[in-house]
Structure formats: C-alpha cells, structure tokens
C-alpha cells in the first residue's frame, strides 16, 4: 500500500513549484538588467598590473613571505571590496605580486586603487596651498563666500570629520582649502608627534638642526609643482612615518594642492573598519564612518583634540595614501567615541571609494607598478568556442544515446536537463551582481562536467524503474517503489561531488575556484532538478497509456526488458498443501 499513498501526493504541485522559480528567477534576471552571467578576464578581457615591492631605507628584511601574503589578501580586500569580480591577486617571485583585473564594473577605480599601495596615515595639516602658489581660502572661516572664487555652497564644501553618534553642529566651515600667512611660522613641524602641530619649536627645546630641517622643508614645498607627474610620482619618498612630510591631492574642483604634513598621529592599521553611508537623518548625503581599534580610537582622539583648538587650515588633519591626500577633513571638536564620519560633498562613489581606502589601504611594504598591460579577449574568446563546441558534442551524444536506449523515457531526460540548464543559466547572471560571480574558462568546463553528472541521476532513477517492470510490476507501482532506492543513490553520489566541489574551492586559489564552485552549484541544482520535476514528471506520464501498457517505444516494454508474463499485479495465491490420505 506504500506506493498507493505516495501515487497520491499530487505531483503537478512539485512542478508548478519549480516552474514558479524558474520565472521569478527569470523575472528578477531582466528586471536587474543582468541577462547575461559575468566573464573573467580570460573571457572579457582586463587588465594586468605587476608591482614590485620596494625596501625602506634600514628595512630590506621586510620583504618576506608573511607581509607578501599579507600585503596579497589586503589588495584582494581592497579590489574586491569595489564589487570587481573576478580579480585575481597573487606573488611572483620573491617580491612581485600581479594582479589581474576583469573588464567590468568599477574596474577603473580598481586599477586607480592597485597602483597606490602604500600605507595608510592620518597627518595633522600645517599649510596647504593651491599648486602654483596662488591662495585656495583665506585662513578664517568663511560661511558666506567662496574662498575658491565658486558660488557658496556648491561642490566644494569642505569635508569634516565630527563623532558620529554625536548632533549635527551649527558651526560653520571653511569652503575650500586653506594656505596660512606667515607660513615660516606656522609650517615649522615639530620634532616630536606628541607636540601641537602648526607650532614651530623653540631653539632652546630643538635646537639649530631643528629650525635647519624646517627651513629646507619650507624651501621644498615653495618648489613644489604638484602638477608635475614625476614630481608627485617622487614627493614623500623616503620620509617615515615619524617624519614631517610634503604630499600633493586634488580638491574638490580637480585643482592639485600641495602640502607640509605632521608627523603620522593614526596609521591604517588603527582603522578597524570603513563604510559609505548614505545620511538621509541629518541630510549630509553621503558620508563615510570609521570605527577605530581600541590603540586607535585613543590616538585619534589625542590629535582631534588639539587639532579642534587651531584655527584653518591647522584645525585639518590629512588622510595620506602612497604619499597622495586623499582626503582632508576639518576637525570641529575633539572624537574620543573610538568613531568618527566624514562628511561633505561626497557622492555615492567617492564615498565607497574613501571608505575602501580606509578600510583595506594599509599594507606592510611599499609598492611600485612596474608593468601595467591590457588583456584581450581574443584568445579566451576561441577558447570559449570550442568549449562550448565540446559541451555541445557531448551534449549531442547524451541524448542520442537517451534516444536509442531509453526512447520514450528519454523525453523526460532531456525535459529534465533544458530545466537544469534555465535555472542554472539564471542563477550565474544573477549572482554576478549579487556576489561577483564572474564566468571563466575553468568555469565552463564546470558546466560541461555537470551536463554528466544530471544525466547519471535521470539514469538511476530510470534503471530502478525498469527494474521493478523486470520483476513484473505494472509501471505504476514500479515508479513509486523504484524512487526510496533511487532517491538514496543519487543523494549520496550528488553528495561525494559536492563535497569534493567544496574541498576544492577552499584549498585552491585562482580560476580553479570557477571550476569548483559551477561543479558544486550544478551539482545541488541537479538535487531540486530530480525531486521537483524528474520524479513527479515521471509519475505523471505513468498514467498515460502510451507509458502505463508498455508501449515498444516508450522504454518501458516488458517483454523487451526481460519480464515473463504474465504480469505481477496482484499478490500470487500461494501454493496448495498436500495433505495425506488417512
């Protein structure tokens, strides 16, 4: 009776189930405007960067295994962290790293990012000027006009930094950015990075050398030309961290500023983590938040404490990445909460861009690009050709055999694989987007494999059920009782390739885990593919005549099969006993 009750389940609600997701996965596909999966760089092309890892001066021994693998898993944070799918990062050599970068979204920020790789430090401000010496903003806060000659309140607002749970303040602040009169003064860095920045030190506390080196740094920044490609390329070279420093970054308005910097108060690795947040509450747009370590929060509140006693541009301190400002907030009180926001004129992108540089910017070594080139997709474009010429002819061979063999039975197979193959190809479109899922060549072959592995399972069920027609079943109850030991096989043979998908998308690196993750993704789409519609399929067709009766070319005859009629429909009468005469 077990197979009476399981032939009443209902079966047209298993595939109206699956064709429901198959058109809402559809649905979701054209709505997201994503109708095609990703491609990796060896099928859309990209571009390839190869840094070399440069000794500071006293430290050559940094160079070592553990900060390149380091310095490899921040850039694959850092990258990856602009949604680029794909991206490759990887050492050559003892101090190489390449990394490779698919064509696609946000690839150019990508690159921009890869090619500045240096530390991460928060300076305090001292001066800063618009290259070419002519004034940026007046040193005092100007809440009406526009120090840079732009209308007030335009693009050009100047970030700030303030506690981010604390109020929005009312104070204004400054538009721009600020050069200091008497700048022999006011640029002298003190020696040590405990001292208020902005104030030159005494001769009797620092001495001539002191008053020597802060007058040849002033000399520096009046020949700095920040427009000049070599002369930013070269500008802080050298200079440690524990160093006042000269540094180049645009403004606002694409200007190039030129600076004299503190000492480093913060460095990257105090910054636990950054993000971009759009501010609706406050209406400052897009900001972007930093949570600090417990060292850092400590540190940071030090210096915005006596940053937010000067007056501008020395109330400012200065987000440097490879010797560029990024960034160069205003400090309107001190922030001791262990966070801040930034706020500004930021916009969706500029703000994610920051907050990757905060969150992922401080490696352990210095790095410069040696090589910079552009791959095509021509020869990944053959070599998806004849992969997919190759899928074809197997998949070609697959169901001319199901034809020959199985017959009848065969339209369910290959039903069943034009379903596995929708919701796989909806699937890798939509997790593009949603996870940076990027089709690669090794990718491919993935698919191409799973087209055997869907097809074994069709087969078992199929066997089983043919089986029980040699035993002489009817059709019916031969498919009921043909799927526990069916359904048993396959769960444990899709089970072994699953789990050897998983192992190796965890122990390899690279393509290799396009391979791993498509064969793990197919291989539980085959899972849903055979429960939700094979079988159910399967018992429908049973109840039509051609199937139910055995036809010759339904696959099912079972005079073909092997069966002896006539057919086991009902419980055979057991024998009669013999008994002896008296």
């Known amino acids: 009776m077990g197979w009476r009750a399981s032939a009443q389940s209902k079966p047209g609600r298993s595939l109206a189930l699956i064709l429901i997701a198959i058109v809402a996965l559809t649905g979701g596909m054209f709505a997201s405007g994503h109708t095609k999966p990703r491609l990796g760089i060896d099928l859309a092309g990209g571009t390839s960067i190869t840094l070399r890892a440069v000794p500071e001066a006293g430290n050559e021994s940094a160079i070592n295994k553990t900060n390149m693998d380091t310095a490899v898993s921040i850039m694959e944070r850092r990258v990856n962290g602009l949604g680029v799918s794909e991206a490759e990062v990887q050492t050559q050599g003892r101090d190489n790293i390449v990394v490779n970068i698919p064509k696609g979204t946000n690839s150019e920020q990508a690159r921009k990012q890869v090619g500045t790789t240096a530390k ?140 004299i910097l503190g000492p480093a108060e913060v460095d990257g690795t105090d910054v636990d983590k950054a993000q971009a947040v759009l501010n609706t509450q406050t209406g400052a747009g897009w900001t972007v938040t930093m949570d600090f370590t417990d060292a850092g929060a400590k540190k940071f509140g030090d210096i915005t404490g006596k940053l ?100 009848g039975l065969s339209f369910v197979a290959i039903l069943s694989l034009l379903v596995s193959a929708a919701l796989t190809y909806t699937l890798m479109s939509l997790l593009g987007p949603a996870i940076g899922f990027a089709l690669n060549l090794p990718a491919v072959c993935g698919a191409i494999v799973a087209i055997g592995i869907t097809a074994d399972s069709f087969i078992v069920y199929f066997e089983r059920v043919r089986d029980e027609i040699r035993e002489g079943r009817t059709l019916r109850p031969a498919v009921e009782r043909a799927w526990p030991r069916a359904r048993r096989t396959i769960l444990v043979s899709d089970f072994v390739s699953f789990l050897a998908a998983a192992v190796l998308f965890i122990v390899t690196v690279g393509k290799v885990r396009g391979f791993a993750f498509t064969l793990g993704l197919t291989t539980l789409l085959d899972v849903v593919v055979v429960f939700l519609f094979t079988k159910p399929l399967l018992t429908l067709l049973a109840r039509r005549p051609f199937f139910a009766n055995g036809h010759k070319w339904s696959g099912l005859d079972p005079k073909s099969l092997g069966a002896q009629p006539p057919l086991r429909r009902t419980r055979r009468p057991s024998a009669p006993v013999e008994t002896k005469e008296a």
């Open 120 to 259: 991460l430090y928060f300076r305090p401000v001292i001066a800063t000027e618009v290259a070419g010496g002519k004034d940026a903003a007046s040193p005092s806060p100007s809440p009406t006009g526009s120090p840079s000659g732009k209308p007030s309140g335009a693009a050009s607002d100047k970030p700030t930094a303030t506690d981010k749970n604390a109020s929005p303040s009312a104070t204004p602040t400054t538009q721009g950015r600020a050069v200091t009169d008497g700048l022999k003064a006011d640029a002298t860095p003190s020696a040590s990075a405990s001292d208020k920045p902005g104030t030159s030190p005494s001769p009797s506390a620092s001495g001539g050398s002191a008053e020597a080196d802060a007058n040849a740094l002033q000399a520096k920044y009046a020949k700095l030309d920040c427009t000049d490609t070599k002369t930013r390329s070269t500008v802080g070279d050298g200079v440690k961290a524990s160093q006042p420093t000269l540094a180049c970054g645009k403004n606002s308005g694409g200007q190039w500023q030129k600076y």
């Open 308 to 407: 937010a006693q000067n007056q501008p541009p020395q109330n400012q301190f200065a987000i440097v990445l490879d010797g560029e400002v990024v960034s160069d907030p205003s400090v309107r009180q001190a922030l001791t909460g262990g966070n801040a926001e930034i706020s500004g004129n930021f916009n969706q992108q500029s703000a994610q861009e920051l907050s990757n540089m905060l969150s992922y910017g401080a490696l352990p070594l210095t790095f410069k690009v040696d090589s910079m080139t552009t791959v095509t997709a021509a020869l990944g474009g053959d070599q998806l050709q004849a992969g997919l010429i190759a899928g074809a002819i197997g998949l070609a061979l697959v169901v001319i055999y199901l034809l020959a063999y199985y017959r």
